[in-house]
Nanobody
Framework: VQLQASGGGLVQAGGSLRLSCATS?????????MGWYRQAPGKQRELVAR???????NYADSLKDRFTITRDIAKNTMYLQMDNLKPEDTAVYYC?????????????WGQGTQVTVSS
C-alpha cells in the first residue's frame, strides 16, 4: 500500500491550495477511512480532517470553516481544499489511510507535502 501526497507549495496569506493523496495497492472497499494530518516545526502532528467510507467527515474545530476534505473513489485519490490560508497553517501535511477487511488494524502514511503560507 502506498500513499503519494502532492500539491503543497508556497502561497500568500488568504490564498488557496488543494492537496492530493493518491493511493495504490489497496482497493477502495478495504479502506475504512482516510485523513490529513499536519506537523509544524517544533509541534506534534495533529489531525486536520478525516473522511470515512460512505462520506462522513470530521475536522479539527479550528479548520472546518476553511478546509474541505473529499475523496474520489474512482481515482483512488483524496483531496484537501484549503482556503483563506494563514501563516499558522504552515506545516508538512501528511495523508493517512486506515484499512479494513484484510487490512483491518493497519495504518499507512504518505511522505508529506510542505505547505508554506507567507504573511
Amino acid at each position: 500500500v502506498q500513499l503519494q501526497a502532492s500539491g503543497g507549495g508556497l502561497v500568500q496569506a488568504g490564498g488557496s491550495l488543494r492537496l492530493s493523496c493518491a493511493t495504490s495497492g489497496i482497493r477502495s472497499s478495504s479502506i475504512y477511512s482516510m485523513g490529513w494530518y499536519r506537523q509544524a516545526p517544533g509541534k506534534q502532528r495533529e489531525l486536520v480532517a478525516r473522511i470515512r467510507s460512505g462520506g462522513p467527515t470530521n475536522y479539527a474545530d479550528s479548520l472546518k470553516d476553511r478546509f474541505t476534505i473529499t475523496r474520489d473513489i474512482a481515482k483512488n485519490t483524496m483531496y484537501l481544499q484549503m482556503d483563506n490560508l494563514k501563516p499558522e497553517d504552515t506545516a508538512v501535511y501528511y495523508c493517512n489511510l486506515e484499512g479494513t477487511n484484510q487490512f483491518r488494524g493497519r495504518q499507512y502514511w504518505g511522505q508529506g507535502t510542505q505547505v508554506t503560507v507567507s504573511s
